[in-house]
């Protein structure tokens, strides 16, 4: 095995702040209150720094180095079914399409929140029903992804939550 750098640290603190502010919002900050409106606005800001960086960024931090591939997604499930393992440097093809899904599906939490608080949408129900059906599909996906990197981790050998603290893989 070699220890390979993979996460730049722009890419780990976006990360673990997502999950802090993620996990405040969802879990211990009450909803009607002006912090949970902060702490949205600041999940925005990193979707929108996530964005930028998934252009401009590191070799494994930009998009064009995780694109969705629905083959790729099958023959990663493919390999989960007959116990063949196949180490990726950087996103696996099931981790590229939850990536997607994640900064998707924030970006519409944050949206929606924000239509919430103006005039034109205030007291509309649609806006408030999407958040809510946003939020839930992100729990839901987070739950998802965090059992997906705990079998990925045990099944291949590599420590994937390591990995997001210290930026290096062990291929």
Do not use: C
Not at 8 to 16: C, K, N
Not at 48 to 54: D, H, S, V
Request: net charge positive; no cysteine.
């Amino acid at each position: 095995m070699t220890r390979q750098k993979i996460w730049d640290p722009l890419v780990r603190m976006f990360h673990w702040s997502l999950v802090a502010l993620f996990a405040a919002n969802a879990l211990i900050v009450d909803h009607d209150s002006r912090l949970h409106i902060w702490i949205g606005y600041g999940v925005a800001g990193l979707i929108a720094f996530r964005l930028i960086w998934g252009l401009v960024g590191t070799r494994y931090a930009r998009f064009s180095s995780f694109p969705p591939s629905i083959s790729g997604a099958l023959e990663q499930l493919t390999g989960m079914v007959t116990g063949r393992s196949h180490r990726h440097a950087g996103h696996t093809p099931l981790g590229a399409w939850m990536i997607y899904n994640l900064l998707l599906t924030l970006a519409v939490i944050a949206v929606s929140g924000y239509l919430m608080t103006t005039d034109m949408f205030w007291g509309v129900e649609w806006p408030e029903t999407l958040h809510e059906g946003a939020v839930t599909w992100a729990e839901i996906s987070v739950v998802l992804h965090i059992l997906a990197v705990i079998y990925e981790s045990r099944r291949t050998g590599v420590n994937l939550p390591r990995a997001m603290v210290t930026g290096y893989k062990e291929l």
